[in-house]
C-alpha cells in the first residue's frame, strides 16, 4: 500500500492489521480506529455496479423496512414536520426514502449507480440519510466533509453501518466478505469525524449514528 494515509481522518498513524488468503491487505487507523482496505483492491465500476444489482431491497418488504427502521425511528423523532432531506446512496431501491416520503417529508435521491442527479448535491437539507453505504465509500473522509457541508443548521446526518468490533472476527466477518465493502468504522471512528467536521456525534441505536450540525 503506497499511501498509507488514513482515508476517513487523513491520519498518518496507520498499521498493517490483516492480509487475507486472497492478498487482500487491511490497515487500521491508529487516530480513528477505522479499517480500510489497500485501494489496488477495490473493484472496477463496472464490476461493483454489478453486485449491487444482486441486491434485493424491496420498498414494499416488511422485513426490510423493520431494518431500515432501526434508523427511520429515531430520525422521525427529530425531525420538524415537512422537513427537507437527500437520501444518499439510495440504491435501487429506495425504500427508507419511501419511509420518510410517507411521514410527510421530502426526500431527493442521489446514488452514484442508480439516481446520479448530482444537481441534488447543491441543495441543503434538513437531514441526509447514508444507510449501507458508508461502508463502500472509496474516499470516505471526502465523502462526509461533502455530505456536511450539505446540512442546515440543526441538520442531521443519520449513518447506518455495521460496526467493526473485535479484530479476531475480522478475517471471517461477513460484513468484510462483501467485495464492495472497503472501510469499516467503529463509533471511535465517527466521533473524530464528528470534531474534524464540526458536528456532534450520537449513537443512537445498534449500528446507527447521527451527526448534527448545531
Given at each position: 500500500m503506497k499511501d498509507c494515509a488514513c482515508p476517513v481522518c487523513d491520519g498518518a498513524a496507520t498499521r498493517?492489521?490483516?492480509t487475507d488468503p486472497q492478498g487482500r491487505a487491511y490497515r487500521r487507523c491508529e487516530t480513528c480506529l477505522a479499517t480500510?482496505?489497500?485501494?489496488?483492491?477495490?473493484l472496477?465500476?463496472?464490476?461493483?455496479?454489478?453486485?449491487?444489482?444482486?441486491?434485493?431491497?424491496?420498498?414494499?418488504?416488511?422485513?426490510y423496512r423493520s431494518f431500515l427502521d432501526?434508523?427511520?425511528?429515531?430520525?422521525?423523532?427529530?425531525?420538524?414536520p415537512g422537513s427537507r432531506g437527500l437520501d444518499y446512496g439510495c440504491g435501487p431501491g429506495p425504500?427508507?426514502?419511501a419511509m420518510l416520503a410517507e411521514a410527510g417529508h421530502g426526500v431527493a435521491l442521489y446514488d452514484p449507480f442508480f439516481a446520479p442527479d448530482a444537481d441534488v448535491l447543491a441543495g441543503n437539507y434538513d437531514f441526509i440519510t447514508c444507510t449501507e453505504t458508508a461502508e463502500h465509500f472509496h474516499r470516505?473522509?471526502?465523502e462526509f466533509a461533502r455530505l456536511a457541508s450539505m446540512l442546515a443548521p440543526?441538520?442531521?446526518?443519520?449513518?447506518?453501518?455495521?460496526?467493526?468490533?473485535?479484530d479476531e472476527r475480522f478475517q471471517a466477518w461477513h460484513y468484510r466478505l462483501d467485495p464492495t465493502h472497503v472501510v469499516f468504522y467503529r463509533p471511535e471512528t465517527f466521533a473524530v469525524l464528528a470534531e474534524r467536521l464540526g458536528l456532534e456525534c450520537e449513537v443512537v441505536a445498534r449500528n446507527v449514528v447521527f451527526l448534527t450540525r448545531t
Open positions: 498493517p492489521l490483516l480500510f482496505l489497500d485501494p489496488v483492491h477495490f472496477t465500476a463496472d464490476a461493483e455496479h454489478a453486485h449491487y444489482l444482486t441486491h434485493e431491497n424491496d420498498v414494499d418488504d416488511p422485513r432501526r434508523l427511520a425511528g429515531p430520525l422521525l423523532a427529530r425531525l420538524q425504500a427508507l426514502a470516505p473522509g471526502e440543526g441538520g442531521i446526518l443519520a449513518v447506518m453501518t455495521m460496526f467493526q468490533s473485535g
